[in-house]
């Protein structure tokens, strides 16, 4: 069993591989032998993640990149850099995703939303997903040797928030709702990985969402508490335990698996 988790040999992209839940999904990932290219927007945190993972990691099996997800010539020069380093690509983790530079008109009203915002985060969290995945799907085409795809989606793809828990909450000191954009982009997520795993089935790529609930990552006491009291499991996740799952999904463990959406949410959805 435990040869069906390794990853030597096997090169994954993860976007977003800077941002919180990235940096971890990267030291995974390299951890369990596999060579990966940490895409982020920003290369300087990009580099600063590889130099972190490196103090355990051989360098040569890591390579920071800088990509615009949103921009398609971006992505063919990310894959070219990948491919001429590691020859080829098994696992892409459609992991990017923004909240904007600015949080205030990314928590506004739903009357008050601006449609710069929607389209905003729209590019970044669709057409972004959309593009890399056209990128390098076509690349696993052509390599003949199948692949892996996972999306990370959430439970707001799955159900609605409750807007109760947002009383007195607040994200690095800005105060905090789930907005129509972020649960439309992740439901978004979940139906296209449902069509990509029918239409590429035939190459023997898998695609799967992997859909977090509620990760401790910088919201106030207040929060925690309110959504804590709506989860079977009584508390928050924790970045890590998303890990399992994201081995699972990427590696051969999962090999008859396909357009599964696989939530780990401490029981919020079954309620």
């Keep these: 069993m435990m040869n069906l988790f390794d990853l030597d040999g096997k090169t994954a992209i993860i976007t977003g591989g800077a941002g919180i839940l990235g940096q971890g999904f990267c030291q995974l990932l390299a951890e369990y032998g596999a060579n990966v290219a940490i895409v982020d927007i ?11 993972i490196s103090k355990n990691i051989p ?40 909240k904007t ?10 009357e008050d939303y601006k449609i710069e915002t929607w389209r905003e985060v729209m590019r970044v969290n669709i057409d972004g997903m959309f593009l890399t995945s056209q990128v390098v799907g076509k690349k696993m085409i052509e390599q003949e040797c ?38 439309t982009s992740k439901a978004a997520v979940i139906g ?39 989860v079977p499991l009584g508390r928050m996740g924790k970045i890590n335990e998303l890990d399992g799952a994201l081995l699972y999904l990427a590696s051969d463990a999962s090999s008859y698996v396909t357009g599964q959406n696989i939530i780990v949410d401490g029981g919020l959805t079954c309620w």
């Design 146 to 183: 199948g692949g892996s795809i996972i999306n990370t989606a959430s439970i707001y793809g799955v159900v609605g928030p409750d807007h109760r828990i947002y009383n007195d909450s607040e994200y690095l000191g800005v105060s905090i709702n789930t907005p129509a954009v972020y649960s």
């Design 192 to 230: 296209f990985t449902k069509h990509m795993a029918t239409y590429w089935a035939r190459h023997n790529i898998r695609v799967n969402a992997l859909t977090p609930g509620g990760i401790e990552s910088g919201q106030n006491q207040n929060f925690k508490n309110n959504y804590s009291d709506r």
């Design 42 to 52: 920003d290369l300087d945190m990009a580099e600063k993640v590889a130099e972190k």
């Design 59 to 98: 360098a040569k099996k890591l390579l920071p990149l800088a990509c615009d997800i949103s921009d398609y010539e971006s992505i063919n020069n990310m894959l070219g850099k990948v491919i001429d380093r590691f020859n080829a690509v098994h696992i892409l983790h459609n992991n990017a995703a923004t």
């Design 101 to 110: 530079e600015d949080y205030e008109s990314f928590f506004e009203s739903f």
